[in-house]
Each structure stands twice: as structure tokens, then as C-alpha cells.
């Protein structure tokens, strides 16, 4: 554990093959090969035309972007204005959580229901 920095607990049977492998894996090695027999197949001709192809792709998208970022820095799209205000925020925020700006007053007497009824007394 220490030679490894803490990387592997334990150096058993089990983890020996995955740490010490020098070699990638049959899948990665078959997938490798696949793609270097592909690659293989293309013309330089054909190559040259897909690097081609990317870099103009790139460039392009590279000049929106950098379009986008200027005009969103110089507020074209987004404009920098604030939609509220900070101190009018922090108050509430205040209120809410401190109840710091609240008054202790309270109405004397008897506080009114919010249910209304329409009870008549039998005797009527």
C-alpha cells in the first residue's frame, strides 16, 4: 500500500494480472488493429481531403465562437442589467430567516376567525 501511494490495498493473485498487464487487452487489441486496417485502406488523396475537411470544419466553428463571446461581452445577447435589487434582497432575507426589521405588534382582543358561518341557534 505504501510503494502504490495507496493506489492498491491489497497485491494478491487477483489484482497481479490487471497492474503488472504490459500488453492491452484482446478487445482493445482487435479494435486497434480494425482500425489501423481501415486506416491502412484510405488514400492519402482521401486522407488529405478528410484533414481538409476538419480543419475548415474547426475554423469555422472556432469563428462562432469567438463571434458569440463578443457579442455576449459587449451585451448584445445577454444583457448585464439587473432584474433586482440587492438591498430590497438582503432584507427580505433578513426577515425571512431573522425576523430581523418585524414588529412585535399585535392586535388586542380577540383575533378573528377566517371561517365565517351561518349557525342559527334552535331556539329561534
Known amino acids: 500500500m ?3 501511494e ?3 490495498l491489497i497485491f494478491s493473485h487477483q489484482v497481479v494480472p490487471d497492474h503488472l498487464r504490459t500488453k492491452p487487452d484482446p478487445e482493445v487489441e482487435e479494435k486497434e488493429k480494425q482500425l489501423k ?3 491502412a485502406c484510405i ?3 482521401a486522407a488529405q481531403k478528410q484533414i481538409q475537411s476538419l480543419n475548415t470544419m474547426c475554423s ?4 462562432k465562437i469567438s ?3 463578443q457579442e455576449s461581452e459587449s451585451g448584445g445577447l445577454w ?3 439587473r432584474t433586482f435589487n440587492p438591498a430590497d434582497t438582503n432584507a427580505l432575507v433578513a426577515a425571512v430567516a431573522f425576523g430581523k426589521g418585524l414588529s412585535n405588534w399585535r392586535p388586542s382582543g380577540k383575533k378573528p376567525s377566517g371561517i365565517k358561518t351561518n349557525i342559527k341557534s334552535a331556539s329561534m
Request: aromatic share 0%; proline share 5%; charged share 35%.
Open 43 to 45: 488514400g492519402a488523396d
Open 60 to 63: 469555422n466553428l472556432l469563428e
Open 79 to 81: 444583457p448585464n442589467k
Open 6 to 8: 495507496g493506489r492498491v
Open 67 to 69: 463571434k458569440e463571446e
Open 2 to 4: 505504501r510503494q502504490t
Open 37 to 39: 486496417t481501415h486506416a
